[in-house]
């Protein structure tokens, strides 16, 4: 993926599709040249958002851009669903609330690991959460 | 599913947690460490997550899970050779492994045990 707007897409139908998620995101993160900690913290977030579009949107996809701002370039992972939605957007980003009896961290706490971050959905017309992460210049 | 080494070495059950974890497989785990604490009568548990490159809230719940079903039934569970991002990672999704021994290595992890050091303020 050398040039900005290149993207690909992976499916998110079952568990197994959440590590193949990682693995990607994983490679294109190192191949950008990504810290092991920002690495860390992109995979991460995929495999929480992964989870989530895996378990609450009944399977859905990833597409993954590089994206670019000028002399910056970024990982842009796009995670969408056409499942039930999220009927309360502002609850589901409040630490520690949970639809599962989860510890109720992953929206909010995927917030904070990535550099942007946006939530849409509604009830009924599923989900799609969109992140970001900026590569620092040395 | 791949599933979770874990070799006895005197009284202590080592589990050695892949770099990359499955969800059913550290369910899996969970249980299989119970069951073997209670069949076999272990006296501690290290989860060693020095290959892990990603704990996330799901993984972290089943760990925080693992030392308190195991201390139930008579066993220490210390989380052994987590990765700095790991643990950077961890701090900021707010997830901090609360009630949960750590320790840098195995060696570590067992002579503190087998000293007893600490341990009122080790207490899950």
């Known amino acids: 993926m050398p040039t900005p707007g290149a993207s690909e897409t992976v499916p998110l139908a079952g568990s197994d599709d959440v590590v193949r998620a990682r693995h990607r995101v994983r490679a294109l993160a190192i191949e950008l040249g990504f810290d092991l900690v920002a690495q860390t913290r992109i995979v991460t977030a995929t495999s929480e958002l992964a989870r989530n579009t895996h378990l609450h949107g009944g399977g859905g996809r990833l597409t993954i851009t590089l994206v670019a701002d000028g002399p910056r370039r970024g990982l842009q992972l796009e995670f969408s669903d056409d499942g039930p939605g999220i009927p309360d957007l502002d609850l589901a980003l409040t630490d520690g609330w949970s639809s599962r009896g989860g510890l109720g961290l992953g929206l909010s706490g995927t917030k904070r690991l990535m550099d942007g971050f946006t939530l849409e959905s509604r009830p009924g017309e599923g989900t799609r959460v969109e992140v970001v992460q900026w590569l620092k210049r040395r | ?124």
Not at chain 2, 5 to 11: A, E, G, L
Not at chain 2, 27 to 55: F, H, I, K, P
Not at chain 2, 95 to 101: A, K, N, P, Q
Request: charged share 20%; hydrophobic share 55%.
């Open chain 2, 1 to 124: 599913m791949t599933t979770v080494p874990v070799v006895r070495i005197r009284n202590a059950l080592v589990a050695a947690m892949q770099e990359d974890i499955e969800d059913r497989s550290a369910l899996e785990l969970a249980d299989r460490l119970a069951n073997e604490v209670a069949a076999n009568g272990a006296s501690m548990v290290l989860l060693d997550v020095s290959a892990a490159q990603v704990v996330d809230s799901f993984i972290s719940r089943v760990i925080v899970d693992i030392a308190r079903v195991c201390r139930l039934l008579g066993a220490q569970v210390t989380v052994v050779g987590m990765r700095p991002a790991v643990a950077i990672t961890l701090v900021e999704l707010g997830l901090t492994l609360d009630g949960v021994r750590t320790a840098l290595t195995i060696d570590d992890a067992m002579t503190a045990l087998e000293d007893g050091a600490g341990a009122d303020a080790w207490r899950v």
